[in-house]
């Protein structure tokens, strides 16, 4: 996503060179301090949830009610099996305002506030959620902040456009397509 949009990955770079100023290495306190590079990395994990969709088997009822259609609640028994399509969820135009569009800024703490906690599920949620989370995302703020540090993401013309399939997890069926060079 950082190289279909370069004015986010320069913003990431110019957060990076303030919190590392000439520091090699990113270390664990400068974690935090990138807020912007953690907006880009969840608007990629919402547009491109790594798991789009999850089930659970249901240990008591669920009873829920439409908000957009005039129909009667409907409730799932004790036992059901219950999908959650976090690929449509993350798309869910109710939630999110223009959700095909890449927006970093759907993540500041303002923006965070307004939404219901299960708006954004890339982990799942609940006592099932992903246990390696903090982890995933702490290496990835690592491993993309040290590539854009040094060499910048894009596509052109003649870049072809990532396949995407759906399966267990979300990925490519013909590669990542992007290209790099050295800043």
């Known amino acids: 996503m950082l190289a279909q949009h370069p004015e986010y ?32 990395i969840k608007e990629t994990l919402r547009i491109r949830p790594p798991v789009p969709a999850i089930s659970r088997q249901l240990d008591q009822p669920l009873t829920f009610k439409s908000k957009t259609h005039n129909v009667p609640p409907t409730t799932l028994a004790k036992g ?26 759907r993540f500041t703490q303002d923006n965070i506030k307004k939404r219901s906690p299960h708006a954004f599920l890339p982990f799942s949620a609940g006592s099932r959620n992903c246990i390696g989370q903090n982890f995933a995302m702490n290496e990835m703020k690592i491993a993309v902040g040290q590539i854009i540090r040094k060499y910048e993401l894009y596509i052109d013309d003649d870049t072809p456009d990532t396949v995407m399939e759906t399966a267990l997890v979300l990925r490519s069926t013909n590669g990542i397509m992007i290209k790099i060079r050295k800043i």
Not at 80 to 105: C, K, M, T, Y
Request: charged share 35%.
């Open 9 to 40: 990955q320069q913003k990431c770079r110019d957060e990076l060179e303030e919190v590392l100023k000439d520091k090699e290495d990113i270390d664990w306190s400068d974690l935090t301090k990138l807020q912007y590079l953690t907006m880009c």
């Open 80 to 105: 059901s099996f219950a999908g959650v399509q976090i690929f449509s969820l993350h798309r869910n135009v109710h939630v999110w305002e223009e959700p095909e569009v890449f927006n970093p800024d």
